[in-house]
């Protein structure tokens, strides 16, 4: 066990539908990320937080946003969900610590489109 | 540019030893790592490796770093069924906090 949560497990829903990814990051852990793995792109950097204010972006697209809020905690919004979208969405938390960097990730939600 | 390339399969013997290999296109690369994803579950970091190392070993793993080919290695001694999973490499660039993962090897360990 990581330490970092997501919910939901699973998540089935439409095309043209929006949904909420939730993720609470390690104890302690001030940023946190956001990587989509599919069967065709691999997995991919989506967006980075550092206490609550954005601080990197990757392959995210137009459709999705994301928010850190003051207890730390994130939220990934997809919308206008298109069946290229189905993945498993993982967040992540790291710790840094002088020469020590680590990124724990956490079990992932499944989204499906259909 | 960011690139990290890994075979996608390897098979091995129980007992035997494994070795994964990574290459990496980012001279900056300023950290290296290894994760395990094991069927329906998330990315377990195994280990990693600053690039002012060459070499780590933990327990039954060990990550040999060459800087100058800009390959990673992860070698799994006395490998067991459990080991039985996708290994990814991943880099991370001395400019941003994200990750670069390879495609991934599957490791398939044979009784």
């Known amino acids: 066990d990581s330490g970092v949560t997501q919910t939901p497990k699973h998540l089935i829903t439409a095309t043209g539908q929006r949904v909420t990814l939730r993720c609470s990051p390690r104890s302690g852990d001030l940023s946190v990320y956001w990587y989509q793995q599919s069967l065709d792109q691999g997995l991919q950097f989506l967006i980075q937080?550092?206490?609550?204010?954005?601080?990197a972006k990757g392959n995210i697209l137009e459709r999705f946003s994301a928010q850190q809020f003051p207890d730390l905690h994130s939220e990934l919004n997809l919308s206008s969900l298109e069946l290229g979208d189905s993945a498993l969405y993982f967040c992540?938390?790291?710790?840094?610590?002088?020469?020590?960097?680590?990124?724990?990730f956490g079990p992932g939600t499944r989204l499906t489109v259909t | 540019g960011e690139d990290v390339e890994q075979s996608l399969f390897l098979s091995v013997r129980e007992g035997d030893s494994s070795v994964i290999n990574c290459t990496y296109t980012d001279s900056s690369s300023t950290y290296l790592y290894w994760y395990k994803q094991e069927p329906g579950a998330g990315l377990q970091l195994l280990t990693y490796i600053f690039s002012n190392m060459d070499m780590k070993q933990d327990q039954r793993l060990t990550v040999l770093l060459n800087k100058k080919d800009k390959h990673l290695s992860l070698r799994i001694a006395d490998t067991q069924t459990g080991d039985s999973a996708i290994y990814f490499c991943?880099?991370?660039?001395?400019?941003?906090?994200?990750?670069?993962f390879g495609s991934g090897t599957r490791l398939l360990v044979r009784p």
């Open positions: 991943a880099e991370r660039m001395d400019s941003s906090y994200k990750l670069i």
């Open positions: 937080y550092y206490n609550g204010e954005e601080r």
């Open positions: 992540a938390s790291s710790v840094v610590a002088g020469d020590q960097y680590e990124q724990y």
